[in-house]
């Protein structure tokens, strides 16, 4: 059996349906603006084709299709770090608190809370982003060298089978970031790079149970993704319709768009919310073993990288007010 029960992970994102909504403007918002620059791009080209026979037309409507998704790509590519640093981060305080059983303000409240909370933790976006990098670049490291051994073994089939085991490897660790981060906040650190070792380093040495539990969740969230991929074709052959020009290979491309949004917006909080279970079971009680922190630094200089940074981190001081004191509880 795995470490997560759906039930609460759906009961956590009803909890949290504040972020789920803010979560949902937010990707859906991303997902239209690609739709209506895309489209504003080819009907430009278009326009300009009318200028050429149908075979330039044709062609400056895909160039200018590309080139509006090209633009909007570049517009969010900046905006990475502020969508990390509110949605994502945000919701995953939201969570984090509501898995060790405490009370949350409703509504908008709960988002102005999220923020409070991350902010105490992380002095600038640019922090939690630099942590996501190198978080990443670990887990690159981990899963290039999973790659490399399969690439040498001589079994028949071995490629088709590595394309199945890369689909695994972006949900096994494809959310530990999400993990190191709910390991942060919810061991109140005042260092977020020595918090994000020690957090790798557990999720490490219990890799075995934690595949598992990410084994399940790739069911989910990929046989979801493409229910949602194959609903989202009718309304995207419908926006394509409405292009000028009808640029054949826009329906799959926008209906990709829309079931990114909708699996960004839905369906990883759930799997956020089922890996932060597993992850808090698991882990309970244990301390990092030296002898995984070693191995990571041995696969991955990022790794290190984290490491140094941990010994240099010097907490700014907090511009948000210390906390109160909770109240004596009386004893028998």
């Known amino acids: 059996m795995w470490d997560f029960s ?13 972020f789920i909504i803010f979560r949902m403007v937010v990707y859906f918002g991303i997902a239209c603006a690609y739709v209506i620059v895309t489209g504003t791009g080819a009907g430009i080209g278009w326009g300009i084709g009318g200028f050429g026979d149908e075979g330039f037309r044709a062609s400056s409507t895909m160039w200018g299709g590309i080139a509006g998704f090209g633009l909007t790509a570049g517009v969010l590519y900046l905006l990475r770090e502020y969508i990390l640093y509110v949605v994502k981060a945000g919701h995953i305080a939201v969570l984090v608190e509501l898995i060790d059983g405490k009370q949350m303000p409703d509504g908008q409240g709960q988002i102005a809370h999220a923020r409070q909370v991350v902010t105490a933790r992380f002095a600038e976006a640019s922090v939690l982003f630099a942590i996501d990098q190198l978080v ?7 899963t290039g060298l999973i790659q490399g051994i399969a690439s040498f073994l001589p079994i028949p089939g071995i490629q088709q089978i590595m394309g199945l085991v890369r689909a695994f490897l972006r949900i096994a660790i494809g959310l530990v970031d999400e993990v190191i981060l709910a390991h942060a906040i919810r061991t109140r650190s005042d260092n977020p790079w020595a918090s994000a070792r020690t957090a790798l380093v557990l999720y490490g040495q219990n890799a075995g149970r934690m595949m598992k539990n990410a084994a399940v969740l790739t069911f989910i969230v990929y046989g979801l993704s493409f229910l949602v991929f194959l609903v989202m074709l009718a309304p995207a052959a419908a926006v394509v319709y409405l292009i000028p020009g009808a640029w054949s ?49 041995q696969v991955s200089k990022k790794f290190d990288a984290i490491k140094q940074r941990s010994g240099l981190w010097s907490p700014a001081p907090s511009s948000t007010p210390p906390a109160e004191p909770a109240p004596a509880q009386p004893q028998a």
Do not use: N
């Not at 990443?136 to 981990?142: E, Q, T, W």
């Open 136 to 142: 990443k670049g670990v887990l690159a490291a981990v």
């Open 6 to 18: 759906m039930g609460r992970s759906l009961g956590l994102m009803a909890q949290t349906a504040p």
């Open 249 to 297: 290979a826009g329906g799959i491309v926008f209906a990709l768009i829309f079931a990114w949004a909708v699996k960004a917006a839905l369906i990883e909080p759930f799997a956020i919310a089922c890996m932060l279970q597993a992850f808090f079971k698991v882990t309970a009680g244990q301390t990092p073993d030296p002898a995984w922190d070693a191995k990571l630094s």
